[in-house]
Every structure is written in structure tokens, then in C-alpha cells.
């Protein structure tokens, strides 16, 4: 298969470049679990739900939202690397698999979120949240927010610990 050489490394159970990316991985999966719970509690006031549902309610709507965070965020990331990035990143390639995983995250969003809102009614905005007109709807502001800050401090702090396993000093700039 084409191209395939550039990750042929990463199957070796001892491979450098493994542990490489094991420790980025992990440091993305961390920091993208906490922004967004972070996230996910700090905009609750900005949906329906915070004045409807019972304190556990409402607690297990973030958990679970957050959880669904966490996969958007690691399929956002895995398909930029797929896309933009090799085995030397962060390397090389920082800032398009940075673009990409913003870009994939804010399409994602929206599209969950029209089809919650408007589709499916799964939940609604309160009066509190600001809306883009966006594909003929009002898309929140704070999840769009989210897909844009959350992943920049994730991959940030993914980019950081991939320095320390390669001796770089700053992501994309090697």
C-alpha cells in the first residue's frame, strides 16, 4: 500500500517512534477530556435544560456530552494526522493538522448541532445563548467556541509532550 512506509514503526511494541505516539496520543486524549468537561459545565446556563432538569439530570447530560467530546475529538485529530500529518509530527506538519482538526471539529459541530436543535429537538438553546445564523439556523456560539479553543490547548499540549519525546523546541518549528 502507498504511503504506508512513513508509519511502518509504530508496530514495533519497542519502536521509539511507538512510545512517540503513545505519549502525544495520550497527552491529546487528557487534555481534550478536561477542556471539554470544563467546557461542557461552564455553558450548561446556556441551554434549556439548566433551568428544566433535576442537578442529576443535568450532571449526566454533561457527562455525556463530554464523552461524545472526547470521540469527536480524537476522530477530528486522527483524520487530520491521516490527512496532513507523519510520524515526526509535531515535529513537522504542526499547524496544518492543527487547521484540519479545528476545521473538522467546527463542521462536525455544527452539523450536530443543527440536527439536535432542529432535527431531532434533542435539546434547545435558552434565551442566554448567542447564535450564528448558519445553514439557515441559529448555531450556538459557545460550541462553536469550544471546537475552536478546546483542541488549540489539546494539541498544544499534544505538540509540547511530542517535543519532549523528540527534542524539539516548539511545535512546527523544527
Known sequence: ??????????????????????????????????????????????????????ASNIAFTV??????????????????LLVAGNRNWP?????????????????????LEWLNVVIWKSWAYSSLMPVLPVFGFGAGLSPLLQWVAVPLVALWCAGRQGCVTRDCERPGMG
Open 91 to 111: 515535529v513537522r506538519n504542526f499547524w496544518s493538522v492543527t487547521v484540519l482538526t479545528v476545521l473538522f471539529g467546527v463542521g462536525s459541530t455544527l452539523f
Open 1 to 54: 500500500m502507498a504511503g504506508t512506509g512513513k508509519w511502518l514503526g509504530l508496530l514495533s511494541p519497542t519502536s521509539p517512534a511507538r512510545r512517540h505516539w503513545q505519549a502525544v496520543l495520550r497527552s491529546y486524549a487528557v487534555a481534550s477530556l478536561s477542556g471539554n468537561l470544563a467546557w461542557e459545565f461552564a455553558h450548561v446556563p446556556l441551554y434549556t435544560i439548566w433551568r428544566t432538569e433535576t
Open 63 to 80: 457527562v455525556h456530552c463530554t464523552a461524545g467530546d472526547l470521540v469527536l475529538a480524537l476522530g477530528t485529530f486522527a483524520v487530520a
